[in-house]
């Protein structure tokens, strides 16, 4: 048993709601209580479908567990398929109905309908929502992809997007222009946009590209040894990455045609001299796997940041997101409890958080700016502009939404010059930003409640006190404190850190103005 | 208008359906009962689907503040390595270490913990022992197979019945958890008229949960009460009958009825309410213009449907042609079948789909459903009420009739603004 205040992902059946509604002509017939019809308004109101979730609930009450709870299901996969006429069905249990047995599968496959019915294995005890996408999409593959001969053009498939993915809609538009650019043709993109009909026809492809190993991976293998289809490795996230997932496709593909690098804006806005107070800002990095390892190199090598913790929720992405943290010299941070994260990010102390819609909130609880990178999604996350993540166009959008969140160079230096400003002042935050307000409507926020209270529910070794107690022997005199006080907001943290690591590391148990500067000499650069 | 009217609904036979149910499941009281009770602190026990529901239905608002969690049963506390109920007391005392403000832990059941018969009443008499008198433990379920949607608050007041004290005094006790403003509008009415002192069941903090006994009457401010009203029964608490405190007509007979049964004059409430009460009728009227002549049709969602199809059709003009409703308590129902003009389908239950064929056939000027039915039938050009939003609002009483009545007119007036872009409000995901 474990305490969950806030969870990254859902149970393993909304993984398979995401693959069943990104689809046409399917339908999930789910064996579940009344309320776990619920998920469906994560679709209709988050992503504002205009059509109801293809999925029929049995949503079965106490009174039916003592009758016949087969029936229930049976009946409601008929009348699904009487009412929906679906090309194939997907039958599955959620997590109260795992525990009865009833199994659906079993009971689906003896009702003689005319056509396929996937039964899929969610244990809801163990695994979770990417686990759902995954397999659900793994299983219809390998119920509906039939050996074929390939198309006599080069075509590749498109595998991964997924109703309520992060960006998906704008990744696959953005992704099938690029192959288009180069000569290839999308054979199908699945699961988002596919019907079962397209499923069948997934084998004429000469290749997979594989966007989100998340809610994939298992597919592109299968697809890979029964139907021979390399897949590619890299995930089109920033300038370097689209080209070398070009590179990848060329050598698959045999594409010799030039590809258009007009619209690639990133490279010089990152270089341009405006940038130049981007240098050295220190990020923590927290997401689902392949957004964060993306991330981490578009941040690092794109963008001149220091990336000082990275972390993902999917445990299935532990072992890559660990040898890519060891790269950089970090240790990766594996967890799904969000108070985890939290004191985590409290401790690096980062300039900048590029996480989740949950490290938006940690952000906001402790004064530090954050673009969001990853799911889990949020109303925020469907804008009504296109806004990829991935190719040329994804880069352009990474620079804009990373850099959205920050106080612009000039402005820092408006900081630092009239800190008493009324305008330009700590408590004012950037002014571009809707929070910019005169000084004395910011003397009571809920924010200190809100970070006390979020403090109190961290589990006793990770709460602030340990950020506290690794310089417990370490005081500041008053004077100190005034003249840290004086050092503008956004880079405070930092420099209260650093002086405190510089008083630790001589030894030193006061720090005094004296100090503060010899440490801000000894970290220049 | 207290006698039964010829016209009203009580002997109109209720449709009756079961099939798929388009509904939440009682856990979802907590997002505004962990508001209320500002000492509680609600535990599920329950699964990863439990704590993503609470997540998506509270939506990312609260994020600050979380006074609810969820117990994520694992594998091993399902195969018998771990004993649940170790489990169970560990998590609690690092979370009552860690919160030292809370006076009431409530354990909520959820359909995997009804399923694998986990038994939070021992476990809440256990940890109470251990843990009191600081700490109060009492458990209800919230699960999906028990309670639908604000069946959850039911039981969560049902559970905190046999807890209160005991007491001879004859005393008005208000049942049902309303925002703190609300419930300080109608603690003043009350007092106006000359009724005190007046106890509430939820109190915001547990020391002042009331007393109850013999001499108690109570009055319920909400449709969805019916265990709660059993308990209190049990008690020997007497309930004061009458229609809901919603509208201006509504909030009136409520406060008269409360009124006669501590014997005092109808004229003396008229007298006391005469100024919010115009307030309310003239809030109303603005928003009725939009609403006058629009038909409507509930979907079942919060047992609020029967109260508020009478604001509706009796204060506004609207005309119902469909008022569903989870569970029709025929006893706490009553009052507003009767003030409801014959003519509309009562429907009691849902099959989901049979229901929706009967709005495509009906073509409603406005149906009230649940988000997850809401966005495809605007797609369809059927304009929707979130029924949800019904529950979290300031809703009852004269100061809230206005903003009620403006909830329904809202949607039909955004309509009206964009009527003329309708062909790019279509253009949702597919």
Redesign the interface.
Known sequence: ???????Y???P??GAMRVATGM?NMHMVLHA?????????????I???????PV???????R??GADTAGLFKS?CQ?AYD?FQPEALIVAA???AE??QDDPGGLAETMGLPVPAIALEL????R?ENFGCDEAFLQICRSLAKPMDRSERVTCNILGPT?LGFRH?DDVAEITGLLSEMGIEVNVAAPM?AAPSDIKRMGAAHFNVLLYPETAESAARWLEKEHGQPFTKTIPIGANATRAFIDEVRALSGSTLPVDESRLRQPWWAASVDSTYLTGKRVFIFGDGTHVMAAAKVARDEMGFEVCGMGCYNREQARPLRALAKEFGLEALITDDYLDVEAAIEQAAPEMILGT?MER?IG??LGIPCAVISAPV?VQD?PARNSPQMGFEGANVLFDTWVHPLVMGLEEHLLHMFREDFEFHDDAGPSHHGGHAPRADTSAP?AP??AA??A?????DASPQQVAAAHENVVWLSCAERELKKIPFFVRGKARRNTESYATEKGLNEISVDTLYEAKAHYAR | MNTPAPTGCRDTPVLRER??????????GIIWLHRKMQDAFF?V?G???C???L???AG?MI????R????????K??AGM?D?NT??D??VA??L???P?IRQLFLVGS??S???KLDLSRAAERLTAEHGPNVRVLNYSG????T?FTEGEDACLAALVPALPQTQARELLLVGALPDVVEDQALNLLEQIGIAPVRCLPARRAEDMPAIGPNTVYALTQPFLGETHAALTRRGAKRITAPFPFGAEGTTLWLKAVAAEFGIAPEKVDEVVAAPRARAEKAIAAAAATLRGKRIFFMPDSQLELPLARFLTRECGMEAVEISTPYLHADLHGPELDLIAKGPVISEGQDV?LQLDRVHATRPDLTVC???????L??EGLATKWAIELVFTPVHFYEQAGDLASLFARPLRRRELLARQHPAR?E???
């Open positions: 048993m474990k305490l969950a205040v806030w969870t992902e859902g149970p059946h909304v046409h209580p009344q309320g776990d019809t619920y998920a469906d308004l994560l679709f209709t109101m992503e504002r479908r205009n059509h109801r979730p029929s609930y049995t949503t079965f009450q106490a039916d567990l409601a009348d009412r959620s997590c109260t525990l009865i244990p809801s005890y163990q979770k109703a809609r946009g819609q909130h906001k609880r949020h469907f809920a409640a809100a209270e979020g109190s529910m961290a589990p006793p | 099939g798929q149910r388009e509904v939440f499941c009682g856990l979802t535990l026990v699964s990863r689907t704590a993503h529901l997540q998506s239905a990312v994020f600050a503040e979380p609810f969690g969820t117990a994520i049963l694992e594998e506390d399902l771990a649940a489990e169970l560990r998590e690092r979370l270490a860690r919160r403000d359909c995997p009804e399923v694998i699960s999906g197979i028990e639908t789909d649940g988000l997850g039915l809401a966005n495809p605007e797609a279509m949702a995901a597919e």
